[in-house]
Nanobody
Framework: QVQLVESGGDLVQPGGSLRLSCRASGGTLDNYSIRWFRQAPGKEREGVSCTSTDGTIYYADSVKGRFTISRDNAANTVYLQMNSLKPEDPALYYC?????????????RGQGTQVTVSS
């Protein structure tokens, strides 16, 4: 089965940028849609972005215009470029394989990477 490992989380100031990586092993990501989720303490899990196998991309309204999802199939990695980070963006971010981007279904996720935004 595909195993996912996220990285790139860090502490940044408001307005800063981070690039998260979701690297796969044990299989190829180009067979799956890939979701990025986030969950902050005391809050529900929120879908942030998704890239489907046909190249369709989805973003939550809260991150549109600031976050960009991309795939590098040669590297078996999906990225989430996060710009103009806001105080409401801190959370544990994790990626997951999914059958499609419509809805919220997913197969398997990684352990997540922590994003903190603070001055």
């Amino acid at each position: 089965q595909v195993q996912l490992v996220e990285s790139g989380g860090d502490l940044v100031q408001p307005g800063g940028s981070l690039r998260l990586s979701c690297r796969a092993s044990g299989g190829t990501l180009d067979n799956y849609s890939i979701r990025w989720f986030r969950q902050a303490p005391g809050k529900e899990r929120e879908g942030v972005s998704c890239t489907s196998t046909d190249g369709t991309i989805y973003y939550a309204d809260s991150v549109k215009g600031r976050f960009t999802i991309s795939r590098d199939n040669a590297a078996n990695t999906v990225y989430l470029q996060m710009n103009s980070l806001k105080p409401e963006d801190p959370a544990l971010y994790y990626c997951a394989t999914a059958p499609f981007c419509d809805g919220t279904a997913w197969y398997r996720r990684g352990q997540g990477t922590q994003v903190t935004v603070s001055s």
